[in-house]
């Protein structure tokens, strides 16, 4: 079983609409992110959580809202979704005396 | 304003031959991470770089990290066609990572 799981993997919905992209995972890791890929813009931090309690902000966070649930679980809300949210989410966790970062599989998030 | 910019943007070459891939990023920072996404996947870790002078190596591709010159650089040593991808590096600033734009890698036959 995959280690970071993300659900849905893939989502097609209107403007106007909210939508909750969820992620697991059982590295048991405290650190979680938040990512978006666009073409030609590499990946860019939406919000990233090292523990329960803690929860930041990253470089993109308007339009967006998270809750971590428990260790294992960080969830991405889209409040409202836009055309321009259109994008590939991708979660991560980060751990270990390296700090290095595992991710999902990533969701495709097309908003009409 | 942090940036992290690698070139090129594109790459296509031979099989066989050799090329760099260029990280280079505006803060300080001593840890340097690159990974590697197939089309339509997920990011793959290739390497982490934890120091000045940090040197790693696996297969056909090898990184090297200076900080003081905030620069690292991804060779690729005689191509093969599975080596095809986009390659990030990815910059750790307070465990907030920063990633560059990615270099696009074709290798023609």
């Known amino acids: ?112 | 304003e942090l940036k992290v910019e690698q070139n090129p943007l594109f790459l296509s070459m031979q099989e066989g031959k050799n090329y760099t891939i260029y990280c280079n990023y505006s803060t300080t920072s001593d840890r340097l991470y690159w990974y590697r996404q197939d089309p339509g996947k997920s990011l793959e870790s290739l390497f982490v770089l934890l120091s000045n002078g940090a040197v790693k190596q696996e297969g056909r591709l090898m990184a090297s990290l200076d900080t003081k010159a905030r620069l690292s650089t991804l060779h690729i040593t005689a191509a093969v066609h599975d080596l095809s991808a986009t390659y990030f590096c990815a910059v750790d600033i307070s465990i907030q990572f920063y990633f560059g734009t990615g270099t696009s890698l074709t290798v023609i036959p």
């Open chain 1, 1 to 112: 079983d995959a280690d970071v799981t993300q659900t849905p993997r893939n989502r097609i919905t209107k403007t106007g609409k909210r939508i909750m992209l969820e992620c697991s995972q059982t590295k048991g890791h405290d650190r979680m992110y938040w990512y978006r890929q666009d073409p030609g813009l590499g990946l860019r931090l939406i919000y990233y959580s090292f523990d329960v309690k803690d929860i930041n902000k990253g470089e993109i966070s308007d339009g967006y809202s998270v809750s971590r649930q428990a260790q294992a679980k960080f969830s991405l809300s889209l409040e409202s979704a836009i055309p321009n949210q259109t994008a590939l989410y991708f979660c991560a966790t980060g751990g270990g005396g390296y700090n290095e970062q595992f991710f999902g599989p990533g969701t495709r998030l097309t908003v009409l």
